[in-house]
């Protein structure tokens, strides 16, 4: 009968690549590992991994096997981990972006009881994760469809066009291809060098790709924002990280194209999770929050 032990000691070797590394995360030497792996293969009756020097790589069974015990393993360290701090809350692995946690979730959870464990990045860096089972739930700002992840609804972002306070255009409002123009001679500041969420923003609102380049290009939205403020040049932005400042006059919102351009924010997990009581709570208490 195989070991739950043998089991950790597989899924850590298929998470870290290397019974190296595997052995460090797992605090255990390379040779007991090692034992583990070679009993948990001779339960099964076949390879699990394919071994090179620098890489374990996963055999067909070693895939299969890590989909149907992972989450199983997950759970059960989650148990294990709560027992030991004395049942004081649930230990929740949450990804999300910078700009969104510090502006949106960070004022919301003086109300959650969970024990957040919080890894920063962009989304496809943390679905990756997320499906590596290295993280439990991600606050993600793309739908990115991924076999074994269940998206659910969190809120909606709207994009502003801004620029700092002494910022303006001419053209009319009511007339979007003077606007268009117009805006194709400012400095521009964006997120990366092809002009995400100023790319879409231009296409839902003239129809067209811009066709203007980025004089400042920082993958940071609150330098952005900052860089704005100070009237360095324009951009598009989420409302929530602007609508404050331009409130207050330090900012300008530019022109509203005749319909909001924007983004759906969306809370992830594994499928196989569903089930997992600590994860739906969590993900049920967030909902609440957002509503």
């Not at 811009?210 to 400042?216: N, Y």
Request: overall charge neutral; proline content about 5%; hydrophobic content about 45%.
């Amino acid at each position: 009968m195989a070991d739950f032990e043998w089991y950790r000691s597989f899924v850590a070797i298929y998470r870290m690549g290397t019974v190296s590394k595997a052995a460090a995360a797992r605090h255990m030497t390379q040779p007991t590992l090692s034992q583990h792996l070679a009993a948990l293969e001779a339960e099964v009756g076949e390879p699990l991994f394919i071994r090179q020097p620098r890489k374990m790589i996963p055999t067909h069974r070693g895939v299969e096997l890590y989909t149907q015990v992972a989450p199983a393993v997950d759970r059960l360290e989650r148990t294990t981990s709560e027992l030991r701090k004395g049942g004081t809350g649930t230990t929740i692995r949450l990804g999300a972006p910078l700009e969104y946690f510090k502006e949106r979730m960070a004022p919301r959870l003086a109300a959650m009881d969970e024990r957040l464990l919080v890894t920063l990045g962009k989304t496809a860096e943390l679905l990756d994760l997320l499906e590596e089972h290295l993280l439990d739930v991600v606050i993600a700002t793309q739908h990115r469809s991924r076999r074994g992840l269940q998206f659910v609804h969190l809120e909606t972002e709207v994009f502003w066009l801004v620029g700092g306070a002494k910022a303006s255009l001419s053209a009319p409002w009511d007339d979007p291809g003077a606007v268009r123009t117009e805006l194709e001679g400012h400095e521009w500041i964006s997120y990366g060098e092809e002009l995400p969420i100023i790319r879409r923003f231009w296409l839902e609102s003239f129809g067209e790709r811009p066709a203007i380049t980025a004089r400042i290009v920082v993958p940071d939205l609150h330098a952005i924002c900052a860089l704005v403020e100070r009237g360095a040049g324009i951009s598009v932005l989420p409302s929530y990280l602007v609508e404050q400042r331009v409130d207050a006059g330090r900012m300008k919102r530019l022109w509203a194209p005749p319909r909001n351009v924007q983004n759906e924010i969306w809370l992830v997990y594994r499928t196989a999770d569903r089930s997992d009581a600590a994860i739906g709570r969590f993900v049920q208490r967030m909902l609440a929050l957002f509503s």
